[in-house]
């Protein structure tokens, strides 16, 4: 059978970046209620359902599609330095750009002082995948973008999968059971 193109694109498309995306949309539109109204009932999953809002549905959908990509990932890998060579390039790059231009841009803009920030700190903060702080921003709160909290979690649930895989309970659809 005549290999055109067509099936190797067909099997190895999908909908994921489609999907992240959509979830990621419905985060950043989640939380433009509060700013614009206040108050997040506004939220239309909110009203409907009382508990579950469109930043719930966003983060759980996003998380999930990020986690079976994830550990596709990690079978994908030829070894543990390589996953984990991915993993530190998929998440350190874009962290620390974010970092430093908080550092540099907003907190400044807010009131912080750069002078203030001991260097080795805010190498440790780096490392360890830590919020940006400033002291003096923000009438009293020192993050200066509060939603980088996550990527420390998104880190180790990357070592989960790790963790995981390296005791063999990927490989094993029973263990998956329970």
């Not at 099936?7 to 999907?19: Q, V």
């Not at 109204?37 to 009382?50: A, E, K, N, Q, S």
């Not at 809002?53 to 890998?77: H, N, P, Q, R, W």
């Amino acid at each position: 059978m005549r290999d055109n193109g067509v099936t190797s694109y067909a099997k190895s498309s999908n909908n994921f970046g489609f999907l992240r995306l959509f979830f990621a949309v419905l985060v950043i539109l989640a939380h433009s209620f509060g700013p614009v109204y206040g108050d997040l009932p506004r939220d239309i999953l909110t009203r409907i359902f009382g508990t579950l809002s469109l930043a719930d549905l966003g983060v759980d959908g996003f998380f999930l599609i990020s986690g079976y990509l994830v550990t596709k990932s990690f079978e994908g890998s030829h070894s543990t330095g390589e996953y984990l060579l991915k993993r530190i390039l998929r998440i350190y790059p874009g962290y620390v750009v974010a970092y430093v231009l908080c550092i540099l841009v907003l907190g400044p803009f807010v009131g912080g002082q750069i002078a203030s920030l001991p260097g080795i700190k805010v190498l440790a903060h780096i490392i360890s995948l830590q919020t940006p702080n400033m002291e003096g921003v923000f009438s009293g709160a020192p993050d200066l973008n509060s939603s980088m909290w996550t990527i420390a979690y998104e880190f180790r649930c990357y070592l989960l999968v790790l963790a995981v895989g390296l005791a063999g309970l990927l490989s094993k659809r029973s263990a998956l059971l329970f």
